[in-house]
């Protein structure tokens, strides 16, 4: 089945600068691949996602590459604020067949941003 | 307002006594599961169903069960819990669009087994 390694598992930056959580999967017929950021005493929320077909993506502060030959990818935080700080999870799946897209879960980043 | 419910929030019991932790979605989702939470192993998949009467096993299915009557419910049961069932516990809706599934997570109840 599909691994996926996170790193770090922790995280700590000074508002404004930024911050670089990397992911890696083993199975190669993942085609999904979600950022979840979690809150204390909250579930994840997904934050932005990739498909296989595409190589980056953007959303104003946030930005995941995918690297599909070398099997990882990176969620990229720019400007970081406070309230950034959370625990950020990276997921993939294969979508579609049977799997009907469970998603197997990185370990977890806890972020850190200090004022 | 879209959002996935689970009842209770939190939740202390002792070994053996059964319970069920409910979850409810408004968005017509076919596709629910349940995951759990542990220091430094993310979340693993217990359960997943299809759809109403359809269900099939995670990653970590054993010592859970679930059903699946309506479609915007899925509850878990614990039939005799454990102390090792101990942990964050969450449901997640999950859109499809073409072979992409986008999952969206409840809020999470905090279990505790003694």
């Known amino acids: 089945g599909e691994n996926v390694e996170q790193h770090p598992s922790t995280l700590s930056v000074q508002e404004g600068d930024s911050a670089v959580i990397k992911c890696t999967y083993s199975?190669?017929?993942?085609?999904?691949f979600p950022w979840y950021k979690q809150e204390l005493g909250k579930g994840p929320q997904l934050i932005i996602d990739?498909?296989?077909?595409?190589g980056e993506k953007k959303d104003q502060r946030i930005a995941v590459t995918l690297n599909k030959t070398a099997k990882h990818f990176s969620l990229h935080i720019t400007e970081t604020q406070p309230e950034d700080s959370a625990v950020y999870f990276c997921?993939?799946?294969?979508?579609?067949?049977?799997?009907?897209?469970?998603?197997?879960f990185g370990q977890g980043t806890i972020l850190t941003v200090h004022p | 307002e879209a959002q996935v419910t689970q009842n209770p929030r939190y939740l202390i019991t002792v070994t053996g006594k059964k319970l069920t932790v409910t979850c409810s979605q408004n968005?017509?989702?076919?596709?629910m599961s349940w995951y759990r939470q542990d220091p430094g192993l993310g979340l693993r998949q217990i359960y997943y169903?299809?759809?109403?009467?359809?269900?099939d096993k995670g990653d970590v299915p054993e010592g859970y069960k679930v059903s699946r009557k309506e479609k915007r419910n899925f509850p878990l049961i614990l039939e005799s819990p454990s102390p090792n069932q101990t942990s964050l516990y969450f449901c997640?809706?999950?859109?499809?669009?073409?072979?992409?599934?986008?999952?969206?997570f409840g809020p999470g109840t905090r279990l505790t087994v003694l």
């Open positions: 997640a809706s999950t859109i499809r669009t073409g072979r992409i599934y986008t999952q969206y």
């Open positions: 199975d190669s017929a993942s085609n999904y």
């Open positions: 990739i498909r296989s077909n595409v």
């Open positions: 997921a993939a799946s294969r979508g579609g067949g049977t799997s009907y897209g469970k998603l197997t």
């Open positions: 968005m017509n989702h076919e596709y």
């Open positions: 169903s299809m759809n109403v009467e359809v269900t």
